[in-house]
């Protein structure tokens, strides 16, 4: 079988080349560049701009032996939570889908996986059910993913293919420069920190307790939905299994970037870290890590800190917790530590060269 993962350079693509791979599949990985993954991972990848249809379309003879589409490709707008209003921003996401789609109308697709998320119960508009059930009805709002939803509910009435909705909570990965992936901000913040002499405090708002997913449980998860008959056409909610508090979590980022955890520093990471957009070239200098500017190493993802600390908020957020009976009751038990999964990814950062080693 052969699987294409679109969006393959992101936090959850990179990780599905990786685990489809591994699992024995052919992979053919398309995104505008490479995906950076394990050494060795076998995959074949195709340079391409989802938002460019013509492209697309001419990229449709390398795709005949597609089985399968795992779709996590996402067009975000510069400052990201504003963007998930826009309209623009989801007729993009709608039209990027159809492009590759049509792409594969001659491929003999038996099953597509599709990545959503919990704003698809509206968390970034209003107080959710606690917890969220897949089965609760469609929350009434615009939002891409309905558009993509329907879009692929009809083709596979069409072409009697199947297809699995994903929807994690706080992905937590080692990819750099996306929209949405915290281990690399939460790193760099160490870093700037450190050099400054200032305390790796806490940027956030008011406590409050919330839910992350490892992204090769997500990966996990998507091999397991491709042939499963029990995720045919069925939404899924995925978290590690259990929740967390982001000030009891901070002495173990602290230590494992060897640093001293200092009191509450409340402040907004998309503001403080572009100030010092120079002491992490300083840093990148000293310590001759990889040459990747900030800009290019947080992506949109400062943002999406600010957004999951609560910065500037007088009130903790409601609460948003998802259930993930469902998935376990169709077959997919995994589970992950969380403090584990942000020290694992730390690590593994380090590692590659783009966050110092202490």
């Not at 297809?163 to 420069?177: A, D, E, F, M, S």
Request: hydrophobic share 45%.
């Amino acid at each position: 079988m052969t699987v294409l993962v679109a969006g393959a350079s992101g936090l959850v693509g990179a990780a599905c080349v990786s685990a489809f791979a591994q699992a024995g599949w052919d992979v053919v990985a398309v995104s505008r560049r490479a995906p950076e993954t394990e050494p060795g991972v076998p995959f074949a990848h195709v340079p391409l701009d989802l938002t460019d249809a013509a492209a697309v379309a001419d990229a449709a003879r390398r795709f005949g032996d597609v089985t399968h589409l795992v779709y996590t490709a996402v067009f975000e707008k510069p400052g990201l939570v504003r963007g998930w209003r826009d309209r623009d921003q989801m007729r993009t996401n709608e039209r990027m889908l159809q492009a590759l789609t049509g792409a594969l109308s001659g491929a003999r697709l038996e099953h597509v996986t599709l990545l959503q998320g919990t704003k698809a119960y509206g968390v970034h508009r209003h107080p959710i059910r606690i917890p969220a059930r897949e089965r609760h009805p469609r929350d009434q709002h615009e939002n891409f993913y309905w558009l993509q939803e329907d879009h692929l509910r009809a083709l596979a009435a069409e072409r009697g293919f199947g297809w699995t909705i994903l929807r994690p909570q706080l992905v937590v990965g080692p990819t750099h420069g996306v929209a949405m992936n915290l281990p690399p901000v939460i790193g760099a913040y160490a870093a700037i920190c450190r050099a400054e002499g200032l305390p790796f405090g806490f940027p956030g708002g008011p406590p409050y307790v919330t839910e992350a997913v490892d992204v090769r449980l997500v990966a996990n998860a998507a091999v397991w939905a491709a042939t499963a008959r029990a995720a045919r056409d069925e939404h899924f909610n995925l978290t590690n299994g259990e929740v967390f508090a982001w000030r009891d979590l901070w002495p173990a980022l602290a230590e494992e970037l060897g640093v001293e955890p200092g009191p509450d520093s409340p402040r907004r990471l998309a503001q403080f870290l572009r100030a010092h957009a120079g002491t992490w070239d300083r840093i990148v200098a000293a310590y001759g890590l990889r040459p990747v500017p900030l800009a290019a190493l947080l992506g949109e993802s400062h943002h999406y800190a600010d957004f999951h600390f609560a910065a500037g908020a007088e009130i903790a957020p409601p609460p948003a917790f998802v259930s993930t009976v469902k998935i376990h009751q169709a077959g997919f038990t995994e589970t992950r530590d969380t403090e584990a999964s942000f020290r694992h990814w730390l690590r593994v950062l380090a590692e590659r060269g783009i966050l110092p080693v202490h």
